[in-house]
């Protein structure tokens, strides 16, 4: 079947975030307001003129609602991108197929969270007496205590290390890189805190193997980005970053519900991010050697670490010998999570990650890629999962 | 008061046959009446030959540890820590795997022999997983 994606088409032209804390002091929508806001002022757009808005089905910010208190005259397209995670990437493909399609002009993609201070997602999915239901399968799962993502993926990771000999030193690189990336970016929560591979290891267990510096932060704020075709990005204020490619993908054995029912995957090692990989770089013509920087989903260490495997950058159980110290980092391999990533900057639920992306194709990172041309990102793949290549104009 | 543990809902249109083979210490897995495929998680239509029959077949409670962890940060009340989630497949049929919950940090071995146990909590049964005593 040969693939309608037209590269090149469509842009992101303007990038904004509100600071990324543990107490914002103000609601979601207020957050998104002054994402989206930023985000249109970076694009040199009036906010009036946005008539099309994309969320992600965990937003408790309702696209509408956001078009109100933008003041936007008359919002004639939104849509709802999920779940959770996965979405970011694929909120952007969205808003590109809705101006493609003539169904709006100007999209403002958004994600706005008090993921510490209001909903925690670590404090696990156990509400009631009784769990499951409604084709959610979660009574196979939270009556043995696999209740939070970080269990998930601490099963994960146990399997990861079985059969391919992976070690917490690789898991620990992948945070260690992200810190250092952290501590360039003032933005980031975790700007000024230093992380060694010792303070790594020192640091407790959670749900073994994996510790507390697997775990990505909890944090209040949010980013929006705003889509347009790449002809009319070209005449606005920033220079804009064209969609290459994007894709999303469930792969096969995708599995009912969210999540805990990966563990009845074929293989639990790998996930839909395999499928994703081969859509994403035929639609772009690319491959991953092209890849200058990436922004790869890191709610814990070890998710990154299979996604690296499965989009190619190396073979499957083959992390263990591709991330050495300094291939992540500026300089390195592929320099990951620039700006600190979900570990280290903050978590906007896969949603900074595309803001930064962008930084890198315009140059303006705090750990910019020198000359980088081709930067990837990629939204939570275990169950389904979305990923764009960005390039410059 | 002591917070209760999370116990499953037992009435979901899927699921509900295991459980309530659980309460008379059966352990089962739904099978397509039409292409034999065992189809776990369980659900009304067959996902490889869309089939609509399908049948509750005994299995023999004998697994292989697949993964595990201990978990030692607690989030609910009622799972104190430290406790072990056991993920175990079946030794008769891998590609069915079923989750467990051991008090303690268990020393445990991918693909040891593990075997099921019954759990009564309440008016609920648990199928469990623990590891054959050698
Ligand atoms: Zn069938």
């Known amino acids: 079947m040969r693939d309608a994606w037209r590269p090149d088409t469509m842009a992101i032209a303007g990038i904004g975030s509100t600071d990324f804390s543990k107490a914002s002091g103000r609601s979601t929508l207020t957050l998104a307001a002054q994402a989206a806001l930023a985000a249109l002022a970076d694009a040199g757009l009036d906010p009036k003129d946005v008539d099309g808005i994309v969320r992600c089905d965990m937003d408790t910010v309702a696209p509408v609602a956001l078009g109100d208190a933008l003041g936007v005259e008359n919002l004639t397209y939104w849509g709802d991108v999920g779940p959770g995670g996965s979405a970011p990437a694929a909120m952007v493909a969205q808003a590109a197929a809705a101006v493609a399609a003539g169904l709006a002009?100007?999209?403002?993609?958004?994600?706005?969270?008090?993921?510490?201070?209001?909903?925690?997602?670590?404090?696990?999915?156990?509400?009631?007496?009784?769990?499951?239901?409604?084709?959610?399968?979660?009574?196979?799962?939270?009556?043995?205590?696999?209740?939070?993502?970080g269990q998930y993926f601490a099963m994960v990771a146990r399997r990861h290390m079985a059969d391919h000999g992976t070690t917490s030193e690789t898991l620990g690189r992948i945070a260690t890189a992200c810190r250092k990336h952290a501590?360039?970016?003032?933005?980031?929560?975790?700007?000024?805190?230093?992380?060694?591979?010792?303070?790594?290891?020192?640091?407790?267990?959670?749900?073994?193997?994996?510790?507390?510096?697997?775990?990505?932060?909890?944090?209040?704020?949010?980013?929006?980005?705003?889509?347009?075709?790449?002809?009319?990005?070209?005449?606005?204020?920033?220079?804009?970053?064209?969609i290459r490619s994007a894709a999303q993908s469930g792969g096969a054995d995708a599995q009912p519900g969210q999540m805990f029912p990966a563990l009845m995957r074929d293989s639990i090692t790998t996930w839909s991010s395999r499928a994703l990989g081969e859509v994403l770089f035929r639609r772009g013509g690319m491959t991953p050697q092209d890849v200058d920087v990436a922004q790869i989903y890191d709610c814990f260490t070890i998710t990154a670490l299979i996604q690296l495997?499965?989009?190619?950058f190396c073979g499957?159980?083959?992390?263990?010998?591709?991330?050495?110290?300094?291939?992540?980092?500026?300089?390195?391999?592929?320099?990951?999570?620039?700006?600190?990533?979900?570990?280290?900057?903050?978590?906007?639920?896969?949603?900074?990650?595309?803001?930064?992306?962008?930084?890198?194709?315009?140059?303006?990172?705090?750990?910019?890629?020198?000359?980088?041309?081709?930067?990837?990102?990629?939204?939570?793949?275990?169950?389904?999962?979305?990923?764009?290549?960005?390039?410059?104009? | 008061m002591t917070e209760q543990r999370v116990l499953p809902l037992t009435t979901d249109h899927d699921t509900a046959p295991f459980w309530a083979a659980a309460a008379e210490e059966r352990l089962v897995v739904q099978h397509c009446d039409d292409?034999?495929?065992?189809?776990?998680?369980?659900?009304?239509?067959?996902?490889?030959?869309?089939?609509?029959?399908?049948?509750?077949r005994e299995v023999r409670g004998a697994?292989?540890?697949?993964?595990?962890?201990?978990?030692?940060h607690q989030v609910h009340p009622g799972h104190p820590t430290p406790y072990t989630s056991v993920l175990v497949e079946l030794e008769d049929l891998p590609s069915v795997r079923f989750l467990g919950s051991l008090p303690g940090r268990l020393d445990l071995e991918i693909d040891q022999p593990m075997t099921v146990r019954f759990e009564r909590v309440g008016d609920t049964t648990l199928p469990q997983w623990e590891p054959v005593s050698s």
């Open chain 1, 105 to 149: 002009s100007t999209v403002v993609v958004f994600r706005s969270i008090n993921g510490r201070s209001g909903e925690r997602y670590g404090a696990g999915y156990a509400q009631g007496a009784r769990a499951g239901g409604s084709s959610t399968y979660e009574e196979m799962f939270l009556p043995y205590g696999m209740q939070t993502p």
């Open chain 1, 183 to 242: 501590n360039a970016n003032p933005a980031a929560q975790m700007h000024h805190r230093t992380m060694t591979l010792d303070d790594y290891h020192a640091s407790r267990a959670l749900a073994t193997p994996l510790r507390l510096f697997d775990f990505c932060l909890e944090t209040d704020g949010a980013c929006a980005v705003v889509v347009t075709s790449a002809e009319r990005a070209r005449d606005l204020r920033q220079p804009p970053a064209l």
């Open chain 1, 309 to 312: 495997e499965d989009l190619g």
């Open chain 1, 316 to 393: 499957a159980g083959e992390a263990k010998d591709f991330i050495q110290d300094g291939t992540l980092e500026v300089g390195g391999a592929l320099p990951m999570n620039t700006s600190g990533g979900h570990l280290s900057e903050g978590y906007i639920h896969g949603m900074n990650h595309v803001v930064e992306a962008v930084r890198q194709i315009r140059g303006t990172s705090t750990n910019q890629v020198p000359g980088a041309e081709v930067s990837l990102v990629t939204s939570a793949p275990t169950t389904g999962g979305s990923a764009l290549l960005l390039v410059g104009a």
């Open chain 2, 35 to 56: 292409c034999d495929l065992p189809i776990h998680l369980p659900r009304g239509v067959c996902p490889r030959c869309h089939g609509e029959r399908t049948s509750w």
């Open chain 2, 63 to 72: 697994g292989r540890l697949h993964s595990w962890t201990v978990v030692e």
